[in-house]
């Protein structure tokens, strides 16, 4: 359940990994995280500073959606420790993402099982849980499956996307994380229990300590559903809208992880706000290569592609929202039909 997923290599991902290594692409890059996690760990320090410091409501909310930024940020270290691309020592980077367990109020071992089971079956029918979400179908079989509440959200799924979006933070990924710990063993026992509860016991009792108490439950609004929609309007261009595979496809590894996946095009500003995850299909093909290299490994996947007619698909940040909403739209038609 822990460990990464295995790959069956083809002999063209054997060639590709070859040509990735040879750049030295694949090397661990210390210098690049320390800065990461010292300057995101500032930006952390400095969005409590300016609650501390803000006495009028909307400079409170302010620093509300700034403290959502750095949320995602510290989100996005936890991702790269999950795929061990900040150490070589799987223990240091456990120490990373128990770290960020406790930053951000998210149960590590949970999503490091659910990540890893989706990186071995992107957009896999029955295999991949990224696409096993009751209030959203992925085919027109899937939204003909629904039944009662779903059935009705399902429906019109494309105009509730966004909105179901910001109660993710707020509720999707941390009530995940608490049946989890109810119900499932966890890697480090005790440990994880204590970092996820002391997460919220800290929060809440910062907040209503530096904030009147009504203020503090504008802030926790404002910064829970803001970090829940930035989470999602990165995460889900990487797969929704791309094809769906049957459960027993027997596609092989490089095309499954290239056809499924959606790059955004890169800028200082893209890179930044996506935490490198606008390189989705090098992130797949590559899953413990560290962040900085992934622009340089584009170069390299795009060219091998191309080169082999395997459809390689990239596009603009608001390009693959409309793509989304798209498919969505599509998706659950039969059940706008009269005849439904």
Not at 10 to 15: I, L, R, V
Not at 126 to 144: A, C, H, K
Not at 217 to 230: D, E, K, R, S, T
Request: aromatic share 12%; glycine share 6%.
């Amino acid at each position: 359940m822990e460990e990464p997923p295995i790959i069956s290599p083809s002999s063209e991902y054997q060639e590709l990994t070859r040509l990735i290594r040879e750049r030295g692409l694949l090397d661990k890059q210390p210098g690049y995280y320390a800065f990461k996690i010292l300057s995101t760990l500032a930006l952390l320090a400095a969005s409590i500073a300016l609650v501390a410091m803000a006495e009028a409501l909307w400079l409170q909310l302010l620093s509300a959606v700034f403290m959502a930024q750095v949320f995602v940020q510290m989100a996005f270290l936890g991702h790269d420790a999950g795929h061990r691309q900040i150490f070589r020592s799987v223990r240091r980077n456990d120490w990373v993402g128990l770290g960020i367990s406790f930053l951000l109020g998210m149960e590590r071992t949970w999503w490091v099982d659910k990540h890893n089971r989706h990186h071995s079956n992107p957009n896999q029918t029955g295999l991949d849980p990224d696409i096993d979400i009751p209030v959203l179908g992925f085919t027109e079989e899937d939204s003909l499956s629904k039944s009662g509440f779903y059935r009705l959200i399902v429906r019109h799924q494309a105009w509730f996307f966004y909105p179901m979006l910001t109660m993710e933070g707020m509720f999707g990924l941390r009530l995940a994380g608490i049946i989890y710990l109810l119900h499932s063993k966890v890697k480090y026992p005790g440990v994880e229990q204590v970092l996820f509860a002391g997460h919220f016991v800290v929060y809440f009792a910062l907040l209503f300590y530096l904030l009147p108490p009504w203020h503090a439950v504008a802030f926790i609004v404002v910064h829970q559903m803001l970090f829940g929609l930035h989470m999602g309007f990165v995460f889900a261009p990487n797969h929704k809208g791309m094809p769906i595979l049957d459960k027993d496809n027997e596609m092989d590894y490089l095309t499954k992880q290239v056809v499924t996946a959606r790059n955004i095009k890169s800028n200082l500003v893209v890179d930044f706000m996506y935490g490198g995850l606008n390189f989705q299909i090098e992130h797949h093909l590559f899953p413990n290569m560290a962040r900085n290299k992934l622009g340089a490994a584009q170069e390299v996947v795009r060219s091998f592609c191309l080169a082999r007619s395997t459809p390689y698909h990239e596009t603009g940040v608001l390009r693959s929202q409309r793509e989304i909403l798209s498919y969505f739209h599509r998706m659950s038609a039969p059940l706008r039909s009269k005849a439904v």
